[in-house]
């Protein structure tokens, strides 16, 4: 949330091998949903957010902070990492902000494991593989007429779920990916579904 932050951030993402994106929007339509953070994660049990359209706090200019990403979201080096990651890509676009690189979704990788199971939602995920119940997203912003948006969601709040979810995110990804090698699905899943 400060500028030193950032750009200590923007100076430790070009060396890392992979990294987690994961935002938190307004709504889930991904077309009209306002970017209120963005979470990062390229080690098991680190992230980090950036605060961008919360109501209240301590945050950073959107058009800095995209600027400060792009040119690591731009890298097709630099793989990128999510769970729906299609969502995040369709944000950051409608923001101005474009992503090359995009190496690996965790969600598309659990369904080719699995066809058939229920679930492949990120929370469903971390329970089913490693027995952690995640913070539902209707513990921030509640349900029905009381539901609010991210936006209004505490910055500290806010920042401990999503870097929770960038975190189990990249955890995910180092588990799933030997398991499509050991079923003979990986060029499925990089060749096809990626």
């Known amino acids: ?77 630099a793989p990128k990492i999510g769970h729906n990651i299609k969502y995040d890509i369709t944000v950051l676009m409608t923001h101005g902000a474009a992503m090359r690189g995009v190496a690996f979704d965790t969600m598309i990788a659990a369904y080719l494991l699995n066809p058939a199971q229920r679930g492949l939602g990120l929370k469903d995920q971390a329970a089913v593989r490693f027995g952690v119940q995640m913070t539902p997203i209707t513990d921030l912003i509640g349900t029905g007429k009381t539901q609010r948006t991210m936006a209004e969601v505490p910055i500290q709040t806010a920042a401990a779920y999503a870097v929770a979810d960038a975190d189990f995110t990249l955890r995910l990804r180092r588990i799933l990916e030997p398991e499509l090698q050991a079923k003979d699905l990986f060029s499925l899943f990089r060749d096809v579904e990626m």
């Open 1 to 77: 949330d400060s500028e030193e932050a950032f750009s200590a951030l923007l100076d430790q993402l070009p060396r890392r091998p992979e990294g987690v994106i994961d935002v938190e929007t307004t709504g889930k339509d991904h077309m009209q949903a306002a970017l209120v953070g963005i979470a990062l994660s390229a080690d098991v049990g680190l992230g980090y957010y950036i605060p961008v359209g919360h109501h209240q706090g301590v945050q950073l200019p959107l058009a800095r902070v995209l600027d400060g990403l792009r040119p690591w979201l731009m890298d097709p080096a």
